[in-house]
């Protein structure tokens, strides 16, 4: 592991201790919405056929950044449930 992934882990740490099993169940089976993910796909689109505007831009990467922190929590909570 990484200095900065063990830095994100232990970041972390207090809220994979604080988490319920149901809020563990629920974290994992969080979706983003419909209208949301509608967004993700165009920017996505616009990204891949390099014609994302500099907002779109910015607005892109901080979803895909949301996105990989809540996948982080989502392997979390995982772990949480296949303890118990």
């Known amino acids: 592991m990484d200095r900065g992934n063990a830095v994100l882990d232990?970041?972390?740490e207090p809220v994979r201790e604080s988490l319920t099993p149901e809020q563990a169940r629920r974290l994992v089976e969080f979706?983003?919405?419909?209208a949301t993910q509608v967004l993700v796909?165009?920017?996505?689109?616009?990204?891949?056929?390099?014609?994302?505007t500099e907002a779109e831009r910015a607005e892109y990467e901080g979803i895909i950044?949301?996105?990989d922190l809540i996948a982080i929590l989502q392997?979390?909570?995982?772990?949480?449930?296949a303890e118990r």
């Open 65 to 67: 950044e949301a996105g």
């Open 31 to 34: 979706e983003a919405d419909q």
């Open 10 to 12: 232990s970041f972390l």
């Open 41 to 52: 796909n165009e920017l996505a689109r616009k990204a891949n056929e390099g014609t994302l």
């Open 75 to 81: 392997a979390k909570a995982r772990d949480i449930l």
